[in-house]
């Protein structure tokens, strides 16, 4: 297998572990998601800055620019996915999230000129569909007419986008440099969040009094989502954008797992309930799952 396919399939795994842990946060600890975002922004810069004692992240200027608007790509996808949840439920809003591949398979073929197999492009929609089918809940069917449809649309297809900029970003600069210098675009939307709105500063300021432990366990999200990114561009800077981003839709089936462990040997942290129907189709979606995984790696 290359070595790109299992970096790949290890990005989804790390940032898995991530949404576990801010579930926990925003469950138990931080009630708001967007000043929780921005907590973790600026910490996420932080430990980017380790990254200059390790490697050389100079780049020509233009690059620099391109990563820098990376970050903020970032940030708007995530403040309209927010958005999104503040209108509607979580259950109809995420899974939309991982449908961005498709937005990256159209811009990388347009504007990459990136083709991958016809097997390969059948795993990927595999996958793509196998995460829809796992963040699945019953009332899915009030997406027709949800306000949340804009906002997740304007959200996946910045996400598509800013795949395909990070793709053409790395035919010329380093998976180190590209990771530091989008957050660092991503840390100046986070700071010029907090100037422009006082109630998210305030929000921002009491999460700095979290107890040592809690914080820890913030710091502890940090570090494997940064590990995650990590992953991802070094993946994708060998790997076809196509089916990298394919391959992060493993992301909800490795929640799943999880959550299922969690709910098993530590239910008083996380428990999840599943009715016989929906868990049929986690099922069916498990094995979305290994057929798609085997026809990209294929």
Same mark, same amino acid.
């Given at each position: 297998?290359?070595?790109?396919?299992?970096?790949?399939?290890?990005?989804?795994?790390?940032?898995?572990?991530?949404?576990?842990?801010?579930?926990?946060?925003?469950?138990?600890?931080?009630?708001?998601?967007?000043?929780?975002?921005?907590?973790?922004?600026?910490?996420?810069?932080?430990?980017?800055?380790?990254?200059?004692?390790?490697?050389?992240?100079?780049?020509?200027?233009?690059?620099?620019?391109?990563?820098?608007?990376?970050?903020?790509?970032?940030?708007?996808?995530?403040?309209?996915?927010?958005?999104?949840?503040?209108?509607?439920?979580?259950?109809?809003?995420?899974?939309?999230?991982?449908?961005?591949?498709?937005?990256?398979?159209?811009?990388?073929?347009?504007?990459?000129?990136?083709?991958?197999?016809?097997?390969?492009?059948?795993?990927?929609?595999?996958?793509?569909?196998?995460?829809?089918?796992?963040?699945?809940?019953?009332?899915?069917?009030?997406?027709?007419?949800?306000?949340?449809?804009?906002?997740?649309?304007?959200?996946?297809?910045?996400?598509?986008?800013?795949?395909?900029?990070?793709?053409?970003?790395?035919?010329?600069?380093?998976?180190?440099?590209?990771?530091?210098?989008?957050?660092?675009?991503?840390?100046? &939307?986070? =700071?010029?969040? $907090? #100037? *422009?709105?006082? @109630?998210?500063?305030?929000?921002?300021?009491? +999460?700095?009094? /979290?107890? %040592?432990?809690?914080?820890?366990?913030?710091?502890?999200?940090?570090?494997?989502?940064?590990?995650? &990114?990590? =992953?991802?561009? $070094? #993946? *994708?800077?060998? @790997?076809?954008?196509?089916?990298?981003?394919? +391959?992060?839709? /493993?992301? %909800?089936?490795?929640?799943?797992?999880?959550?299922?462990?969690?709910?098993?040997?530590?239910?008083?942290?996380?428990?999840?309930?599943?009715?016989?129907?929906?868990?049929?189709?986690?099922?069916?979606?498990? +094995?979305?799952? /290994?057929?798609?995984?085997?026809?990209?790696?294929?």
């Amino acid at each position: 297998m290359d070595t790109w396919l299992i970096l790949a399939f290890l990005a989804p795994l790390f940032w898995s572990f991530t949404n576990i842990l801010d579930k926990f946060l925003l469950e138990k600890h931080a009630k708001d998601p967007f000043s929780l975002a921005v907590y973790m922004d600026i910490a996420f810069f932080v430990l980017s800055l380790f990254l200059v004692l390790f490697t050389d992240l100079a780049a020509p200027f233009s690059y620099i620019l391109i990563a820098v608007l990376i970050g903020l790509l970032n940030f708007f996808s995530f403040l309209f996915g927010f958005k999104a949840m503040a209108v509607e439920d979580a259950s109809v809003v995420v899974p939309l999230i991982f449908v961005y591949p498709v937005f990256t398979t159209l811009f990388a073929f347009l504007f990459l000129g990136e083709t991958v197999s016809l097997g390969q492009y059948a795993g990927a929609a595999l996958l793509i569909l196998s995460s829809v089918l796992i963040a699945l809940k019953r009332n899915l069917g009030k997406l027709a007419v949800s306000p949340a449809l804009k906002f997740m649309l304007v959200s996946v297809l910045l996400t598509g986008a800013m795949v395909t900029v990070e793709k053409f970003a790395l035919g010329s600069i380093s998976p180190y440099a590209l990771l530091f210098w989008s957050n660092f675009g991503l840390l100046g &939307a986070s =700071l010029a969040a $907090l #100037a *422009l709105f006082p @109630g998210m500063r305030k929000r921002f300021v009491g +999460l700095l009094h /979290l107890r %040592p432990k809690i914080a820890g366990i913030a710091w502890l999200c940090n570090g494997t989502c940064f590990v995650a &990114a990590l =992953l991802f561009y $070094l #993946a *994708l800077s060998v @790997g076809p954008a196509t089916l990298v981003s394919s +391959l992060n839709a /493993l992301q %909800p089936f490795f929640v799943l797992v999880m959550i299922l462990l969690l709910s098993r040997f530590l239910p008083h942290l996380l428990k999840e309930e599943h009715t016989s129907r929906m868990l049929l189709l986690k099922v069916l979606a498990v +094995l979305f799952v /290994l057929i798609g995984s085997y026809l990209v790696a294929a």
